[in-house]
């Protein structure tokens, strides 16, 4: 089933002699059940297509669905409340807020949402209980490995079930073991749980994961594996 | 959210503490010098204060104040004790005499009148009984002057007080103290005498009064007796607070309240600069995180909520503390020759400004983070 689809989108920055087309109609189908990867080198607009995918950016041409959810109709609200539905995110910076502990940073989704703060605990305790790293609930992130924060992250973009993942550079600032640790973990959630992975790399370490990988180049879509 | 929102404040120890520092320098310096200038203000009106019991005022309609006062004849009294619904009306004498001690310093007095019959205009007594004031040349002398303005000086510089039974000169005539009262001082460092009007009458030799206070029935139209008074254009009747108002808009004309505004003013520009600015800085710096709760789903009315609270936890910390500090100054000094007033008038407008500078920071960085483009989380920040 497709989960994801890019139809015509077009998105440029600046203006009059200084316009740089940062994709230049890329048409793309993403399916669920996949881990696909984004590829390309830096500047080929990999992370302007994901902040669109994630309806943070507005494409200037070209049409967006999501999950069948046509998303160019949509207001700023909806697509607020779509993304904290439907897309969870691992940034490359992981974003972990450093006054909160790990528990108030992976519960935050929900208590955006407007859930119960003691249900919320319960399920993102589960969460971190899962990722093993159930015991450091109330530690600052900054108290952490890197590879911990990332599993915080990642909880953190798990908490609300959603459908789609979406992954900037997972693997950059993690070594070959964890690396391929948490490869392995998006491996189960795209197989096992049925999950739409989508992760922006240039770590070819980590390119045997892919159930696909897409290559982007100077604003459009290049080969297809 | 709002709890998230607190602990975003209270990470940043430094931004916090400068911000509610600002906050508390700010209201600090409002509250204070509004308190110093009502204090300033009060003491214009201090003769409204100092007699208890009457509701109504009776003057020449040039008074204006203690530095403009015209006196009356006493005959005005029985035509304010004509009127219908008056339950009772005493004279007010309010002059300047000169006095000597014996010791032989010399000083500007300013004597209160007492009602011989209803000892109306009676100050608070620490010491002496009320019935003694019949005695010839018998005055209650403040507790200030008493301690200090006419206490005698010892060769070796100490001051040994006034008390009950010592003698002095007013305008040539003997006077002998029968009490120490309390009275609020005024603008000059002058000593306050109180006395019947019979006994003024002697030292000043003049049977004119300066004032006449009274009270109306239960019940009564106070309106309607003061129309009634005023229906004679030799006196001018007025409420309590009317004259209290009469009084300090003559007071006001001297440009305290410029003086004054621009302490506040200052006050203001303090809090706006100092903790406007850190707030700022504190947006920020956060303004990742107001993107990363932008990019979970939070809505712009969310993020909005989380600043202003944050923006008004400061001001309200700030305030609070400002306000605790300013009261315990008041406490500090309240027996002593400076000026304090701090009604609950006072609380309002300075939680008013506080409020005011609150929203006007979280305004200033809302902007910044509604401007700010959420996309850039997928870059490293």
């Given amino acids: 089933m497709i989960a994801i689809k890019c139809q015509g989108i077009k998105k440029h920055y600046n203006s009059g002699e200084n316009i740089v087309w940062a994709l230049k109609s890329i048409d793309i189908e993403i399916f669920d059940n996949q881990l696909t990867f984004l590829v390309g080198p830096s500047g080929s607009g990999k992370t302007t297509l994901m902040s669109i995918i994630e309806t943070l950016l507005t494409p200037d041409e070209g049409e967006l669905f999501l999950l069948g959810t046509h998303m160019n109709t949509m207001n700023e609200f909806e697509k607020a409340k779509f993304r904290n539905n439907n897309i969870g995110v691992v940034f490359q910076s992981l974003n972990l807020i450093p006054t909160l502990t790990v528990l108030e940073n992976v519960t935050l989704p929900l208590l955006i949402r407007g859930d119960d703060e003691k249900k919320a605990n319960i399920k993102g305790m589960a969460l971190l209980e899962e990722l093993h790293i159930g015991d450091k609930k109330n530690s600052p992130p900054t108290d952490l490995s890197r590879g911990q924060q990332q599993r915080v992250a990642i909880a953190r973009a798990l908490i609300t079930d959603p459908k789609i993942l979406l992954c900037d550079e997972p693997t950059s600032a993690l070594d070959e073991e964890n690396g391929f640790a948490f490869m392995t973990l998006l491996k189960k959630l795209a197989s096992i749980q049925k999950r739409t992975v989508l992760v922006i790399t240039h770590d070819n370490r980590i390119f045997p994961f892919a159930d696909r990988m897409i290559h982007i180049n100077d604003g459009t879509i290049g080969e297809k594996k | ?381």
Avoid: C
Wanted: glycine share 8%; net charge positive; no cysteine.
């Fill in chain 2, 1 to 381: 959210m709002i709890k998230t929102a607190f602990k975003m404040l209270i990470g940043n120890k430094t931004a916090f503490i400068g911000m509610i520092f600002g906050f508390f320098l700010s209201i600090l310096l409002i509250s204070q010098q509004s308190a110093i200038f009502l204090g300033l203000l009060s003491r214009s009106y201090r003769i409204v204060n100092t007699v208890k019991g009457p509701d109504i005022w009776v003057m020449d309609p040039a008074t204006e104040g203690e530095e403009l006062i015209r006196s009356m004849p006493k005959e005005y009294l029985q035509y304010i004790r004509s009127i219908p619904n008056i339950e009772w009306a005493a004279p007010i004498t309010y002059i300047l005499l000169p006095l000597k001690t014996l010791s032989g310093s010399y000083h500007v007095s300013e004597i209160n009148g007492i009602d011989d019959e209803t000892l109306v205009g009676m100050p608070y007594l620490f010491n002496g009984n009320s019935e003694d004031l019949y005695r010839e040349g018998a005055v209650i002398l403040d507790s200030n002057s008493a301690n200090d303005l006419l206490a005698t000086v010892k060769d070796d510089g100490t001051k040994v007080a006034l008390k009950i039974g010592d003698e002095f000169e007013i305008n040539g005539s003997r006077a002998i103290i029968v009490g120490i009262g309390k009275a609020t001082p005024g603008f000059f460092p002058q000593p306050i005498i109180f006395a019947l009007n019979s006994q003024i009458q002697q030292f000043s030799g003049s049977s004119r009064i300066q004032f006449i206070a009274a009270k109306t029935r239960k019940g009564s139209d106070i309106q309607e007796i003061l129309n009634q008074i005023n229906s004679n254009p030799k006196v001018l009747g007025l409420t309590s607070d009317g004259l209290k108002s009469r009084i300090a808009e003559h007071f006001l004309k001297t440009g305290i309240l410029i003086n004054f505004g621009i302490s506040v003013l200052l006050g203001m520009i303090i809090g706006f600069s100092i903790a406007g600015q850190i707030f700022y800085m504190f947006t920020i710096q956060n303004l990742g995180f107001y993107a990363l709760i932008k990019s979970l789903g939070g809505t712009k009315t969310m993020i909005l909520k989380m600043i202003i609270f944050q923006a008004l936890t400061v001001g309200i910390i700030g305030y609070l503390l400002a306000t605790a500090a300013t009261l315990l100054w008041g406490y500090a000094i309240q027996n002593t020759a400076l000026t304090f007033e701090f009604p609950w008038t006072l609380l309002l407008f300075t939680g008013s400004i506080a409020f005011v500078i609150s929203v006007f920071i979280a305004f200033l960085s809302i902007r910044k983070v509604f401007k700010m483009d959420p996309h850039t989380l997928m870059a490293k920040i």
